[in-house]
């Protein structure tokens, strides 16, 4: 990381590596990174300042900031199925949705999500979006939980090292996260559903996202530019045109009118399929299971960046039910009330279909 401008004589350097943590970063002075060997050419260097008054901008390798997105999925994801071999979820209602269901949240939801800030949180002036509040879990409560962190990146390093460095300000950046996607159907014990995902967005544009399935052990990840692949180093394409299963994915829960809607527009040409989370549903549309993503209800952006991201690095994207592209700035709401359609090709040919009909 370099500085562009620096009103302050003293300064602090560290020499850091993207994947090895040991310790929290409680100020803007304090870093724990356990690295000094000169082997890894990519390690970087924070610069910190010992006044908080006039934080300079910091320039970033996005490679970086995305290492520690897919190393914090992975930790996220680890401790949700650590929670769930306990068999203490602790499941409680958190709110209602617009159409009244009760939102669940549970010990998996914030313990996933203080590991993943725990990392993130390590880029100073990172703009994190969560789904999920700053942990009420004291580190103590949550190291039982934290995996081998080395050990994670082992399992993902070179794929990692194969993505181009892009230098970044880090304000310009925003990180979105869903510490466990599908929070109703982990409570039900289906745990096929669950994912733990991170997006990095630029100029409110997704431009890379991640989806980790940690009942199976699988990462795919997206960037544009590079490619969608898997954490093994597998490259995903969309499956032919004509091949994938005729079948639109639909919510479970958050439904609506989409079944009717599916129905009136394709007829019997099209199989309606219920299923739980956004990112479990995005993934069908990657692995060609299914053709198409509805949603006519309110949806959190959360729920759809990565896979936002990881769709319009296939050539398709997440449109809402107006026919306009998601968007992620700041300015932005959070809360997406105009539905959604997904699909790995031609999004607006979709769309389009739809035309004339009312959604919402």
């Known amino acids: 990381m370099h500085l562009k401008s620096c009103g302050h004589n003293r300064k602090i350097v560290y020499k850091t590596c993207c994947y090895i943590v040991t310790k929290r970063l409680t100020s803007p002075c304090q870093i724990g990174f356990k690295q000094e060997s000169r082997r890894h050419e990519n390690a970087a260097y924070l610069i910190f300042f010992e006044s908080g008054d006039g934080m300079p901008e910091i320039d970033v390798d996005l490679k970086d900031v995305i290492s520690y ?29 617009d159409e009244g269901k009760e939102e669940l949240l549970t010990r998996a939801d914030l313990i996933s999500n203080h590991l993943i800030l725990d990392i993130l949180q390590r880029f100073p002036q990172l703009k994190i979006v969560s ?10 409560e949550v190291e039982p939980y934290r995996s081998d962190n080395y050990a994670v990146w082992q399992s993902v390093k070179e794929i990692l090292n194969q993505i181009p460095s892009r230098r970044l300000q880090l304000s310009d950046v925003r990180v979105f996260v869903d510490p466990l996607d599908a929070t109703q159907e982990f409570t039900e014990g289906l745990t096929e559903y669950v994912t733990v995902m991170a997006c990095i967005v630029v100029d409110a544009e997704p431009i890379f996202g991640a989806i980790y399935r940690p009942f199976f052990n699988e990462t795919i990840f997206g960037l544009q530019g590079f490619g969608v692949v898997t954490s093994d180093g597998k490259k995903i394409s969309p499956v032919d045109e004509g091949k994938t299963d005729k079948k639109v994915v639909v919510s479970r829960s958050h439904a609506g009118k989409v079944k009717e809607i599916v129905e009136k527009v394709y007829g019997d040409k099209m199989t309606i399929e219920a299923a739980g989370g956004s990112g479990y549903k995005t993934l069908r549309l990657v692995n060609g299971t299914a053709e198409l993503y509805l949603h006519t209800t309110a949806i959190k952006k959360w729920d759809t960046c990565a896979g936002d991201a ?11 039910l107006e026919g306009s592209p998601l968007r992620y700035s700041a300015q932005d709401p959070i809360l997406n009330k105009k539905g959604l359609l997904g699909t790995v090709r031609n999004p607006y040919t979709y769309f389009r279909k739809f035309q004339g009909i009312q959604l919402l």
């Open 69 to 97: 997105a897919v190393l914090a999925i992975e930790m996220g994801g680890h401790a949700v199925m650590k929670v769930h071999e306990e068999k203490s979820l602790n499941a409680a209602a958190k709110g209602q949705t």
């Open 131 to 140: 789904e999920e509040k700053a942990s009420e879990f004291s580190d103590r």
């Open 310 to 320: 990881i769709l319009r690095t296939m050539g398709g994207a997440m449109l809402d």
